[in-house]
């Protein structure tokens, strides 16, 4: 940006402040002499800065600063300085002078000890205490004390920079109760650059140039005479943090808006779930690893989970024998009492089982489930105890092997945006064949994203009551929402780190 260009786009903050940097090169003597909030200095020079007419550098340095007493006394006078105006004609007594001059009572204590000190008052005894200004004391009537000229200065001051005088006075104050402070601060100097002296030149302070129209410009046609301020939309601003709905929620919900453009239904469940339609409904046998405790979260419970005595049979028959689906079964005596048992679902798969028993089901027809599903595991970049899964089924006669891949194919792309997927061979054991989906992430490489298969008769037969082709697949969306989102941690997903989620991505 040219030099006029840039003049153009200087604030009126900006215009106040730039002409006095040649002379001033603090905060605090910057506000003085342009008369503005500390506020509004800050940002005009940050603003100055970003455009590269000033150089801000920041100094640690031991400095005085007035406290609360020390404000309040420079507005009303010391109290020793009050103490001795009262004195200037007469002697008092102590007890008068107390209610006479609104001192409290440590003030009043303070200013004896130091106008004794310092030999300025004498303090006799007939009947009462009685206090009279001695020679030295009635000179400082019309003298200031140290202490008083110390804090007539511009604070704040730094150490270096005391006379003896002045720090004779300072630690005299110290000794006092909330007059002075010195502590470290950091102390902001601006240095105008070669772009800022140029500016200078140019007559930045131009009145003429205004920031907005108003109606009275309007009217009179002033606005004529007027140049109106240059917006530059390059600069630095600070963030404005709107609200937002959490970004993993976000897409959750746009998952859910295309699975429902898709065609499909969506389906639902119970978190707390028996191991009947978690597990038996899913033709899996009763000693099958996953029903260790560590491999599901079990749930004490007083009564155990109502089950369909129907659907129970059926499924007892498919786990012992095959029943009338042309299988021989797992051959083992199926325990009806344990099928009773509750855990917190340990996956999709079981909204599935429930709708092919349910009497809403249309055949064909497409269902899927957003489920959050729960397993015990070591915590780490893509793995947690607790986690989402897409299920979904499609019911319909005549559905293979290639109409599964190329469902599988379009969501590893619509829903992760992957590039690069792979199908290997897998074991599930209530489909049959089984795949597994793979995507490559940028970062993490080959991340498995869930399985899929054509559900078993076994499956089928008991809860639909015929055997009907059906696809069935339980992707981790909380994986492909790491794709999506461009995160390599899957605990992001949960996290409750405020600052992350000011900044997270939303799509």
């Known amino acids: 940006m040219d030099l006029k260009k840039l003049a153009e786009t200087l604030h009126p903050l900006e215009r106040k402040v730039l002409p006095v940097l040649d002379k001033f090169k603090t905060v605090q003597q910057i506000i003085s002499a342009t008369g503005l909030k500390e506020v509004e200095v800050v940002r005009a020079l940050q603003w100055l800065q970003n455009k590269k007419v000033v150089k801000i550098d920041t100094e640690l340095k031991e400095v005085v600063t007035l406290d609360k007493n020390g404000e309040k006394y420079l507005k009303e006078k010391l109290p020793e300085r009050r103490f001795i105006e009262k004195l200037k004609d007469k002697e008092m ?54 202490e008083e000229i110390f804090l007539n200065k511009t604070f704040p001051i730094e150490m270096k920079n005391l006379s003896p005088e002045e720090k004779f006075a300072l630690n005299n104050l110290k000794k006092r109760k909330n007059i002075v402070k010195v502590e470290l601060q950091k102390i902001k100097k601006v240095a105008l650059l070669p772009e800022g002296k140029k500016l200078m030149a140019l007559g930045i302070s131009d009145e003429k140039v205004i920031d907005s129209l108003t109606p009275q410009m309007l009217r009179t046609g002033s606005w004529r005479e007027k140049t ?40 639902t469940g119970p978190l707390v779930e028996s ?39 059926k499924v007892k028959a498919a786990h012992e024998t095959g029943g009338n689906t042309d299988s021989i079964g797992w051959r083992y005596d199926f325990d009806v009492k344990r099928t009773h048992n509750l855990v917190l679902r340990t996956q999709g798969t079981a909204c599935s089982a429930r709708m092919l028993a349910s009497e809403d089901i249309k055949i064909p027809g497409k269902y899927f489930a957003i489920a959050r599903c729960f397993r015990p595991d070591v915590v780490d970049a893509t793995h947690a105890v607790d986690f989402y899964q897409t299920e979904g089924i499609v019911v319909e006669e005549g559905l293979n092997i290639r109409h599964l891949f190329a469902l599988l194919e379009m969501f590893a792309k619509e829903f992760a945006g992957a590039e690069e997927i792979k199908l290997v061979p897998g074991y599930f054991p209530f489909t049959e064949p089984s795949v597994e989906l793979f995507a490559k992430h940028p970062v993490l490489g080959w991340v498995e994203l869930g399985g899929a298969g054509i559900f078993r008769p076994e499956v089928v037969k008991p809860l639909l009551g015929k055997d009907t082709s059906v696809i069935a697949w339980g ?22 780190d405020l600052e992350y989620l000011k900044n997270a991505k939303v799509i």
């Open 93 to 146: 007594t102590l007890s008068r002078l107390e209610k006479s001059n609104g001192l409290s009572k440590d003030e009043l204590n303070t200013c004896l000890g130091a106008l004794r000190k310092k030999a300025m008052i004498l303090i006799t005894k007939n009947k009462d205490l009685r206090v009279k200004l001695t020679d030295q004391g009635k000179k400082f009537l019309k003298k200031d004390f140290p």
């Open 228 to 267: 109106f301020r240059r917006y530059d939309v390059k600069i630095n601003v600070p963030k404005i943090y709107c609200g937002k709905k959490q970004n993993y929620l976000r897409f959750l919900d746009g998952v859910r808006e295309k699975f429902i453009a898709l065609g499909f239904t969506e389906m």
């Open 275 to 313: 191991e009947f339609w978690d597990m038996d409904a899913l033709y899996m046998p009763q000693f099958h690893s996953a029903r260790a405790i560590h491999d599901a979260y079990y749930v004490e419970a007083k009564k155990p989970e109502k089950l369909n005595d129907s659907f129970v049979k």
């Open 475 to 496: 992707i981790g969306i909380d994986r492909i929402a790491m794709f999506k989102l461009g995160i390599k941690d899957i605990r992001k997903l949960f996290s409750h």
